[in-house]
């Protein structure tokens, strides 16, 4: 199972762009990267997800190069709600797929 | 999507004691993992719950500490058996449908343990 590091925590301020980079070297081919964020008291919540290149929804862009070491999910523009512990899983999609965390990045955002 | 309900929210347990914590979804699941929060941890996986068979259990949870069951593809429960202070945590259910090229996982509230 490919192992991922990712910053313990960052600092924003409200209004700015956050970047949160997630190291996986070990992925492998048929592993897609995702991203949760978990807010106090509640379980997480899916974000996104991807394979390769970007991926962009209404929360969140995931950029990947091409050689899928790494990956950035960004948040434009935080508020105060954002902060919360941000999750990046690898792992195989399908009947095989199972959740797996590591040790997530606590960003906090200021006024 | 997924809505899971997870019961009891919270609860404080004797030492010595049993608790049965149920994970209720609202549509029929393939997958439903079942997790452990320490305060201020990550989520550790404690098992897999599958429908029809024995839950899989991983390294460092036991099935006679942590019994599973899955008798439906909507419901399942996980016992907290002969419970320590140390088993004070954050116990949380979660489904996912097992799609190929899906990777969301739907989370329940989670229930807070604490043994007294």
């Known amino acids: 199972l490919a192992k991922t590091t990712q910053p313990i925590s960052m600092d924003s301020y409200e209004g700015q762009e956050v970047n949160i980079t997630c190291s996986h070297n070990n992925i492998a081919t048929n592993d897609y990267i995702t991203w949760y964020q978990q807010f106090p008291s509640q379980g997480p919540r899916f974000i996104i997800q991807g394979y390769k290149t970007k991926v962009t929804n209404e929360v969140a862009s995931l950029f990947i190069p091409a050689d899928r070491k790494s990956s950035t999910l960004s948040l434009p523009r935080v508020s105060l709600s954002d902060t919360a512990v941000y999750y990046c899983?690898?792992?195989?999609?399908?009947?095989?797929?199972?959740?797996?965390f590591g040790r997530g990045t606590s960003l906090i955002v200021h006024p | 999507s997924a809505v899971i309900s997870q019961k009891p929210s919270r609860d404080i347990c004797q030492r010595g004691t049993s608790l049965t914590i149920q994970c209720q979804v609202d549509?029929?699941?393939?997958?439903m993992f079942w997790y452990r929060q320490q305060p201020g941890q990550s989520l550790t996986l404690i098992a897999t719950a599958n429908q029809g068979s024995e839950a899989t259990y991983e390294s460092g949870f036991v099935i006679d500490k942590f019994p599973i069951s899955r008798p439906n593809l909507t419901f399942s429960t996980l016992t907290v058996s002969n419970m320590s202070p140390e088993d004070s945590s954050i116990y949380l259910c979660?489904?996912?449908?097992?799609?190929?090229?899906?990777?969301?996982?739907?989370f329940g509230q989670g229930t807070r343990l604490t043994v007294v």
């Open positions: 549509s029929q699941v393939t997958m």
């Open positions: 979660s489904v996912s449908q097992g799609l190929t090229g899906n990777t969301e996982a739907f």
């Open positions: 899983l690898v792992g195989a999609t399908g009947g095989s797929y199972i959740p797996t």
